[in-house]
């Protein structure tokens, strides 16, 4: 059987240790300083995100299964999804009973702010809440809601502000993107070297890996 990518299986094949660093955005900035002191900031685009993801104890077997799993990625080479697991579907709806219908109907110049439509009526974004779409050129894009909306009569809701800013503010707008709120993931891939694996008494082992999105 072909192995697909992105890989899909590897945030289901196991529970995940609470403690570990779920998802956490890394800017692209940089500052300099002229001879005269003057500081200036240059930001190099919107943030992306990072994590750090450590596996329940695993039996013996189970862990050389899931470090193969990790070792089809080669590395940088190939993708999985991957999400926040502390939020798989929005605060004010933690069971995902509604339609997964929304699509996004407006983006506000420079990308921070976006607008929704096709939601349930009464459809609530939470501050927090996670939201995920595909680009017309196959990137995924994963971003998190930073203020609380409703959507009213016909499923739209007023622009919210998200983050990290859409690497595509001026994307062409159709029904055609679908806005995924259950389950919402972004395309990652493995930081070099931080695969490790530790034995946990001898029947058991944890296996911890760091990862960044990749587009």
């Known amino acids: 059987m072909t192995i697909t990518y992105p890989r899909t ?15 956490r955005l890394q800017s692209r900035q940089e500052i300099s300083r002229t001879a005269s002191g003057v500081t200036i900031g240059k930001d190099l685009g919107p943030a992306i995100w990072m994590g750090e ?10 862990m050389v299964d899931f470090e193969a799993i990790l070792n089809s990625l080669d590395g940088v080479v190939r993708q999985f999804e991957a999400g926040d697991l502390r939020r798989p579907y929005p605060k004010a709806h933690p ?12 983006v506000q110049a420079g990308g921070g702010a976006i607008k929704i439509n096709g939601t349930d009526i009464g459809f609530t974004v939470s501050r927090g809440d996670y939201l995920a779409f595909d680009y017309p050129d196959g990137r995924r894009a994963l971003h998190q809601a930073m203020e609380t909306v409703t959507s009213v009569s016909g499923g739209e809701t007023s ?8 690497i595509m503010p001026s994307v062409a707008l159709s029904p055609s993107i679908t806005v995924r709120f259950k389950n919402p993931t972004g395309l990652f891939c493995l930081v070099p070297g931080s695969v490790q694996s530790q034995m946990t008494g001898g029947e058991h082992g944890v296996v911890r890996f760091q990862a960044v999105q990749s587009f």
Do not use: H, K, W
């Open 95 to 106: 069971t995902g009973s509604f339609n997964e219908t929304a699509y996004l109907s407006a």
């Open 9 to 23: 299986d590897i945030m289901a094949y196991c529970g995940y240790q609470p403690d570990a660093v779920p998802l």
């Open 159 to 166: 622009y919210f502000e998200v983050r990290p800013r859409l």
């Open 53 to 62: 993801f450590v596996t329940q104890p695993l039996a013996l077997d189970d």
